[in-house]
């Protein structure tokens, strides 16, 4: 059962923004990195982004970089994702995910395996 509820997915024109929400409980959010995936029809899972544990480490995809911002409000128990200049080929279904580390861990996480609880995922779609 997913512990990890996302938001904020939707229809948006090529070149507009949108910005996802994650919430997870206090015990898992605290003490976990979290990341953000994405899975189009007909391909695997990828990775997109991802954000250490205490928020001073962040990572992207090469397609997210410069386009995409991860970040988290460790007293809301939220990590957030702003995608500007949205392209059709990002549509897809976004996941939010989390694993659980030491707070000194700044590693990159950037497979499906490195995580352990997901949430259902919610639709993003951008049209031309």
């Known amino acids: 059962q997913a512990q990890l509820a996302e938001s904020g997915g939707g229809m948006v024109q090529a070149g507009g923004s949108l910005r996802l929400a994650c919430t997870a409980p206090?015990?898992?959010?605290?003490?976990?990195?979290m990341g953000w995936f994405r899975q189009a029809p007909g391909k695997d899972r990828e990775f997109v982004a991802g954000?250490?544990?205490?928020?001073?480490?962040?990572y992207y995809s090469d397609d997210a970089k410069g386009r995409f911002t991860i970040s988290r409000d460790n007293a809301k128990n939220t990590v957030s994702l702003q995608m500007n200049n949205l392209k059709p080929e990002d549509t897809a279904v976004y996941y939010c995910?989390?694993?659980?580390?030491?707070?000194?861990?700044?590693?990159?996480?950037?497979?499906?395996?490195?995580?352990?609880?997901w949430g259902q995922g919610t639709q993003v779609t951008v049209s031309s």
């Open positions: 206090g015990r898992t959010f605290s003490r976990a990195a």
């Open positions: 995910a989390a694993k659980s580390t030491i707070l000194s861990d700044n590693r990159k996480f950037d497979t499906e395996s490195d995580y352990s609880i």
């Open positions: 954000i250490s544990r205490g928020g001073g480490a962040k």
